[in-house]
């Protein structure tokens, strides 16, 4: 008992301090995660946004591909693009495993069937009628487009925070593609995993404050816009 | 040749058919209809019989399943047509979709570059100055129809086309919104309205279309 509550305040001392190893990993996670999320949503929102208002062939389908690719594991997707990085596979030449980039490319594997489903979902709720009418009162598709995405906003925003949270506590792919280096690509989960498994417990709890923290944030947030979202909509 | 003044439009060989196999119902089946320059044309029909389909075709939100399309006599080439038709050619549904925000903001959206005293006159226009900070989605049926012809006085196209326009309108309004449609056609602009409200329309209207079976016909002034 004495040894848990000392490590505990071992680990609020770490993060009030300004461990430097520690604030380091968090930059990195976070860092890692926003590009991912910021490279992954504009071609997420587009593919949304035509699975909503256009009629093509094979569109069922693909819905039902990305809602499948929902539930791949973190694991089969860095373990997919680790045999694809490595020296051995057919992207090796790039030599990009254990780099950030690999770790980027993962999360945005990760993210992008969420952003899909999920703006996809946005602009559906926003009906035909809707794009009809942007399309009739705008000179050209693009300034249509903008009015379509203001007025799903919050389910856009609700699609990016979703995202953001499926890659920014997942370990399984980080740890294959970053390769866990220090003050490289040691972000918030690899690190509590090497952590506990070496028994030092202070600093993954440290770093779990952390993540718990963010996931109550980000739920907050959602919950806050899905409210704005039905009190705009007359809800 | 596109950019020459608006004379006449026309429509014909339109085909639209709905579902496929035993289910498909065919709703429009080779009809055609020519539109005038600042002629208010009635459209009629019993429900279902594809005003609706009609009018959302010729504006090009719908694809037909066969269309030509000529304008000022001259036919259009297929690929031009469309975004010649999304220049031209403005719908309005019977219950207008209205975005989030004001009415202020929901004006806007017709014009391309936003201009305040016009956003001012339009309000003035459809007698809906006193709602201009209002949510437009809060609007009632009436007033949300008001509000989309000022959407349309503010963008000008050239041909209209109105779906039940005084649908949800009390004989006040009827009559006022008589007026607009009054102002439209002295600006030159083409009307179509489809309309069971006859009476509040017979000093706009100079022809009436029949829409049954799939055809247009033309009637016969008595
Ligand atoms: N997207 C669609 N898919 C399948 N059928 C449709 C579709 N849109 C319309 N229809 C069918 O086409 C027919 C014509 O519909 P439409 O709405 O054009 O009629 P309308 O003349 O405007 O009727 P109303 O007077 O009630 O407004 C109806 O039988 C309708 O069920
Ligand atoms: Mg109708």
Known sequence: MDSLSNTIIEALTLLFNGNAELWTIIGISFQISSTAILIASVPAVLIGFT???????????LISVFNTLLAVPAVVVGLTLYILLSRQGPLGEWHLLFTQTAMVLGQITLSFPILVAMSHSAFQSAEMRAWDTA??????????????LREVRFGLLGALLAGYGRIIAEVGASMMLGGNILHYTRNIPTAIALETSKGEFAQGIALGIILVL???????ILHYIQGRGMLAHGR | MVDKPFNSLEFSHIKKSFGRGRQNKRILKDTHIHLKQGECTLLSGKNGSGKSTLMRTLAGLIKADSIAISFNE???DN???????RQHVMYLYQEPYMFDGSVRRNLGYALVRKNTDKIKQALKWADLEHREDTEAKCLSGGEKQRL???QAWLKQPSVLLLDEPTANMDKHAKIRTGKLFAEFKQRGTTLLIASHDLDHLLQVMDRR???????LLEVEKE
Request: hydrophobic residues 55%.
């Open chain 2, 74 to 76: 001259q036919l259009l």
């Open chain 2, 148 to 150: 989309a012809l000022a």
């Open chain 2, 209 to 215: 279309l029949i829409l049954e079976n799939g055809k």
């Open chain 2, 79 to 85: 690929k031009k047509a469309y975004s010649f038709i």
């Open chain 1, 135 to 148: 399309r009739t009162l705008s000179n050209n598709s693009i300034s249509a487009f903008v009015i379509m």
């Open chain 1, 51 to 61: 699975l909503a208002y256009s009629n093509f062939f094979g569109r069922r389908l």
């Open chain 1, 214 to 220: 963010m996931a109550f944030l980000l739920t907050m």
